[in-house]
């Protein structure tokens, strides 16, 4: 006999958020924490998903990673493609996003405050630590996962936020879905490019469609390491020194050594704390300095006997300063550093590395992607191409890929959607977690504390699909 998942218990506006009680919507990813009340444009409260640790304790937040302590050691609890994987420290490190900026911890017995502390007082103690442990009590969570989240991650998601946390109410959706949503839209081609990972998603009717989900590591921290191979490779080598080890400056002309007066430590920070400043130093370099070679063609193709970086060598530089003084104005070197996401052949890799396949770059993860679909919907989703994630502000980055669709797919009608505004195109999913968690058809969707008691972790795959 099949078990019906719709409780017996009626909602209630306390249950699910209504007017008066907000929902939260927390979106995790490898490179920062975003959370924020649903109905709100952008995410109160964004955190690095990065925190350090200092004689085993745990440090959360912008000041406290970017702070250079004696020993300080830098860890990321994801994995490289955005799944959990080490759950201790995401549950606090999420926990700290929210409590810190949002909530705040929820205040416990003063009987148990340390100023009026009774040795035979163990149950109040116990109640007060039990209030402060529940800091989402009265706010509905609604959670972002990858289109690849393995089902295990998936409950031990509802088992933090309504067993641990104690939220009244709790659901689950897909990033690539979320930011179709953002973007207006029920059906679309999303094409997520983050810190780690950049993936092609189709979407169709509000669903997405797994079998069409690909995935390769050619993302922001794929153009870094190309930024940083683009400094070795140079003559003389180009040294990147991070924010922290530079005390003063002096202004030097462009391609001088620099002349700086740099700090030294007694105790220095962990190295990983330093790969994670230079990363910084990195993100302002791909912001101010890559840009990505528009088309037509690949950059190493051309028309006649002139060739793409010939035309590219003929566009004025763009000038950057390195934290300590050192400055240089970029040619046609700039465009080289972000080619390989489209062209595997331009990607620069260590002798010792393994090279770049074409199979991993975005016109190969989109021809991939579609393949994998009924091609009935493939016209659909080549009009509706949604572009989201921090990576795909390079400059440059729609023009190219809705040159690379075109020479893909001669004939087809293709439209690029892709947000002018920072924010949005930052925060998609989230966005558009925060839509679909405040509109008030929404409110039959949540899975309630009572449905989850009542029907166990299945319900999560019968509510979530």
Request: glycine share 8%.
């Amino acid at each position: 006999m099949t078990t019906v998942l719709n409780s017996s218990i009626p909602p209630s506006n306390t249950e699910y958020g209504g007017d008066e009680i907000s929902a939260i919507v927390l979106d995790a990813g490898y490179s920062s924490v975003r959370a924020g009340f649903a109905g709100e444009d952008v995410p109160k409260s964004v955190v690095p998903s990065y925190y350090g640790t200092v004689s085993s304790k745990l440090l959360f937040g912008d000041n406290s990673v970017h702070t250079p302590l004696p020993g300080l050691s830098i860890q990321n609890p994801m994995a490289l493609d955005g799944t959990v994987e080490d759950w201790n420290t995401a549950e606090k490190l999420w926990q700290y996003a929210i409590t810190s900026r949002l909530t705040n911890a929820r205040a416990g017995n003063p009987a148990t405050n340390g100023l009026n502390d009774a040795l035979d007082d163990v149950d109040l103690r116990q109640d007060a630590m039990s209030e402060i442990e529940k800091p989402m009590a009265e706010h509905p969570l609604f959670m972002t996962e990858p289109g690849w989240n393995p089902v295990k991650a998936r409950e031990l998601c509802i088992e933090i936020a309504l067993e641990d946390w104690g939220c009244p109410a709790f659901w689950m959706g897909r990033n690539a879905m979320l930011a179709a949503y953002s973007a207006g839209k029920a059906s679309a081609l999303v094409v997520d490019v983050g810190a780690s990972t950049l993936s092609v998603t189709p979407v169709h009717d509000g669903f997405v469609l797994r079998k069409g989900v690909v995935k390769s590591h050619l993302a922001g921290d794929f153009v870094s390491q190309q930024a940083r191979r683009l400094f070795a490779t140079s003559q003389p080598a180009i040294r990147l020194v991070p924010h922290y080890l530079v005390s003063s400056k002096s202004p030097v002309d462009a391609g001088a050594p620099a002349n700086a007066v740099y700090r030294t430590f007694a105790e220095p920070p962990h190295e990983s704390f330093r790969q994670l400043e230079e990363e910084r130093v990195m993100t302002e370099f791909k912001e101010s300095v890559v840009q990505i070679w528009g088309g037509p063609g690949r950059l190493t193709g051309g028309q006649g006997s002139t060739t793409n970086e010939e035309v590219v060598k003929g566009f004025p530089g763009r000038p950057f300063e390195m934290p300590d003084g050192w400055n240089q104005v970029f040619g046609w070197e700039r465009f080289r550093v972000a080619e390989g996401i489209f062209d595997a052949k331009m990607a620069m890799t260590a002798p010792e590395a393994a090279p770049i396949s074409p199979d991993q770059t975005l016109p190969s993860l989109i021809q991939a992607s579609l393949n994998a679909v009924d091609p009935d919907i493939r016209p659909h989703l080549l009009v509706n191409v949604v572009v989201t994630g921090g990576s795909s502000l390079l400059y440059g980055f729609t023009e190219r890929l809705n040159t690379e669709l075109m020479q893909i797919y001669p004939g087809s009608r293709i439209r690029v959607s892709a947000p002018g505004n920072t924010a949005e195109r930052k925060f998609g999913s989230w966005i558009g977690g925060s839509i679909l968690a405040s509109l008030g058809t929404f409110h039959q969707l949540w899975i309630s504390k009572a449905e989850y008691e009542e029907h166990g972790i299945a319900i999560l795959e019968k509510r979530c699909k």
